[in-house]
């Protein structure tokens, strides 16, 4: 998705425009008070008129408040004048946009179809059950379970006969927990179809909020203590038996640098030994103060992904690592303590404390929950009492005997994905919503173009058309109310509106200032060469910076540099692993205060060492480079960003001969307090 509620070329960030604008009165004699700027007269003012359009004074202080990111708006002229310009000069470019009819483009009406769909997500839920769900998943978040299962596999959509089968099943293994027959623990070894559960008993581990099925949860958040047993529950993999083992309180999240050395659990004895070997080794380093945990993670770690950020990990709590590497990151206590090379189905691990936070309050962490619930399926509920809502509202109504009509005629082609919505000869009401009927040609339609994505395992065309229909018949609730939002809520059509003129003044901005400045080659050589005096180069220090892993690296480094030994085979020669050390080089030319490396250097030719962030460094500076005028090529990125800015100016002043601005003065300086 495009970044679009952005200024061009002005370092606003996260702008986001008001809706268009009404019609506004005769400008009326305000006096230039405080209190006259927020009279019902002065909002229905012009503030400015581009090209016959008028801006009103309601339209610009709704924007401008919302875009102020001060706790008090700023009504001082400085900040109103310079916001009006901007405001102005994203107005005329809209409308300049929609001149061109960009808003017609496939591209950019599928994107806004998009948005719409994402945006609607929120306002086709019931509130209330949100709100509760919120609160639900924040209050149980406080608190980690350790529990362990018993599961026998059924798919969500599994016919009537397999269903019974399962639930007889488990139900069985239930009485056998229950009465004592067996313990939990055989149960789940011998019988669970979970496959971890024949080596872990069935146990899953701590668990906490939003990581399992809602189901799931409920059921785990609904036993009292440990050795409780649920009674089965049904999740979308199957049934499930589930027994409390511990219940604590949330250790919190927090946040880790790693260093692995990557072995498999199924690794031969003497691959194990190497791999420990050098975890050791790295502690020892570690212990010595020799060299930095940034240093050695960023050099020495097999977790390359992290190893580039000198092993820094996200923030986790429960759940969201293995539990080996959850415990010893949590035992630390102290920040900047690392702990002793612990073994995990990943390998070996050493772990650095960075930071430690306990749950915020509710208020605080509501806006990350809501993101979560939002996205999991416990949210369907609230669309279910949604729908209910609709339904209620709108007179929905099923004509039965008609649906069992038309099921009756259905044959074994959907189950072949060859039904065609042509075989319906009879076209009969089926469904009726706000006063419109939907018959079963319109079912057979969405049959046809659904019957693919639907499991068909073990079931029939009876049942596929039932599920299909249930589906339906909440698609179409749905769709009601989503083109009813624009009316319901002012707030989803101002939102709509506004994504609506961002992407337009991207996309009109993008053709006409940004990518014409990179795809118009000849327009960009001309204004190099006009310009070229802007662009030159400082003296620089051709030289190549050697990063080592310790100080004796970097003195090994040293005497090879001394018998004219090459990079690259400096390179290979000191990264063998019995060196236990590691050096990583750059070649480049650098100017002063482009490079930590080399502004810590003297300006002369040779062989230099240097420490730059524990990292000891040795950097031998070929040349000394006096100013010189840069090629286009050199300077490419800096000729881009001017040449955007030239087109950018002579853009402007086209459209505001176009579209003239003319600004009330008066209503302005009513605005100023």
Partial sequence: MKSIFIFPLVAINAIVFAQQPKPATTIPNVKTTAKSATSTVLNDATLFTYGGNKVSVKEFLSVYKKNNTNKSVDY?????????NLYENFKLK???GRAEKLDTLPNLKNELTNYRKQLSKSYLMDKEVLDRMYKEAYNRSLWELHVAHIMVKLPADAPAKDTLEAYNKIMKLYENVTTGKQDFATVARESSEDASAKNNSGDVGYITSLQTFYPFENVAYSLQKAGDVSKPVRTKVGYHILKLLDKRATRGQVQVQHILVSVAR???PETVAEGKARIDHYYALLKSGKISFDALAKDSSD????????????????????QEFEDQAFKLAVKGTFSEP????YGFHIIKLLDKRQPQSFDKDKDDLKKMVDKDARADNAKAVFISGVKKDYHFSINQNNYNEFRKGLDSSLLKNTFHAVSVMIDLPLISLDNKNYTTRDFATYLESTQRMVHKTGTNSGDLSDRAFQNWSEKICSDLAENKLDKKYPEFKTLMDEYG?????????DKNVWSKAVNDTTGLKIFYKEHQSKYNWQSRLDATIYRCANE???EAVKEMLAKNIPADTIKKLMNRVETKGGVSFENGKYEKLNNKVIDKCKWETGVQSVTVDDIPCVVQVH????????????ARGYVIADYQEQLEKTWMANIKAKYPIVEDEKVFKSLVK
Wanted: aromatic share 8%.
């Fill in 342 to 345: 612990f073994r995990t189905d």
């Fill in 76 to 84: 001082s002229e400085k900040s109103l004048r310079d916001y009006l």
């Fill in 552 to 554: 004796k690296s970097a």
């Fill in 266 to 268: 199924a690794a031969k």
């Fill in 303 to 322: 977790d390359k992904v992290s190893a580039v950020n000198a092993g820094k990990l996200p923030w986790f709590g429960t759940g969201k690592m293995v």
């Fill in 94 to 96: 809209v409308t300049e």
């Fill in 501 to 509: 003129d961002g992407i337009i003044l991207f996309d009109i901005t």
């Fill in 623 to 634: 040349k000394i480079l006096e100013p010189s005028p840069k090629q286009l090529e050199e």
